[in-house]
C-alpha cells in the first residue's frame, strides 16, 4: 500500500518568489492536511481539507493557501516567499476528517527560502 | 489558549535503561491525544492515540498513559533503534480538526 506521497521532496526559492508543493494522500483517504515544521516553532497547522473543502486553517497569513482536488491530492502554495517561510512542510491524509488512528504522514518538503 | 509542554527536550539514556517522557496539556476540552515518532529527515510516524484519563496503551517497549492534565509515554529497557523525537499532540474540543504539537522530547540511547 502506497503512503502518503509528497514532492518536490527539496526545493530552494528565492526570496519573494511563490511555491507550489504536492501531497497524494493514501488511497482511499480524503481528508488532507498541512503542517509547518521548523525548528523554533516545532509542528504547526496550516490548513485542513476534505472532500475539496477546506475545514480548518490555522494562523498563518494569507500568503498560505492550499486547495484539494476531486481525486483527492492536494496542493499547497506560498506566495511572495520570505527568509522565514524556510521549513519542512508536511502532508498528512486519514480516511475522514480530523487526525485519527489512520493518519498517516508523508515524508514532507524541504522548502529553503535564499 | 490551548498549550502543549513536553519534558525533558532531550534525554540520554543507556541500553537497558528505562525512562518516562512526559506531555502536560491545557486545552479546552480534550478530544484525542497523539503521541508520534519522527526520525532525522522524516515525517511524524503515528504510535498511539489516548482518548480519555486513565486509559493506557502498549507497544512492544512503549506504553502510553492519560491523566487529566498530562500523558506520558514510558520506555522500557530502551534500545539504540527507540533513538527518535518523540512528539505529543491534542486535538481540542473546539479547535476543529487541527492537532496541537509540543516541541518534543529528542531521546538518544546508547549501546
Known amino acids: 500500500k502506497a503512503g502518503v506521497t509528497q514532492t518536490p521532496r527539496y526545493l530552494i526559492k528565492t526570496r519573494g518568489q511563490q511555491v507550489t508543493l504536492s501531497c497524494s494522500p493514501i488511497?482511499?483517504?480524503?481528508?488532507v492536511s498541512w503542517y509547518q515544521q521548523t525548528p523554533g516553532q516545532g509542528l504547526q497547522f496550516l490548513f485542513e481539507y476534505f472532500s475539496e473543502t477546506q475545514r480548518n486553517k490555522g494562523n498563518f497569513p494569507g500568503r498560505f493557501s492550499g486547495r484539494q482536488f476531486s481525486n483527492s491530492r492536494s496542493e499547497m502554495n506560498v506566495s511572495t516567499l520570505e527568509l522565514g517561510d524556510s521549513a519542512l512542510y508536511l502532508c498528512a491524509s486519514s480516511l475522514g476528517p480530523g487526525p485519527g488512528q489512520g493518519t498517516l504522514f508523508g515524508e514532507g518538503s524541504w522548502l529553503t527560502v535564499v | 489558549e490551548d498549550q502543549v509542554t513536553q519534558s525533558p527536550e532531550a534525554l540520554r539514556l543507556q541500553e537497558g535503561e528505562s525512562s518516562s517522557l512526559n506531555c502536560s496539556y491545557t486545552v479546552s476540552g480534550l478530544r484525542g491525544l497523539f503521541w508520534y515518532r519522527q526520525d532525522p529527515g522524516k515525517g511524524p510516524e503515528f504510535l498511539f492515540t489516548l482518548y480519555s484519563a486513565g486509559e493506557e496503551k502498549e507497544k512492544e517497549r512503549l506504553k502510553a498513559t492519560l491523566t487529566k492534565k498530562e500523558s506520558f509515554l514510558h520506555i522500557t529497557a530502551p534500545k539504540p533503534e527507540d533513538s527518535a523525537t518523540y512528539l505529543c499532540a491534542v486535538i481540542p474540543g473546539q479547535a476543529g480538526t487541527a492537532l496541537i504539537f509540543g516541541k518534543g522530547t529528542t531521546l538518544s540511547v546508547s549501546s
Open positions: 488511497s482511499g483517504h480524503r481528508s
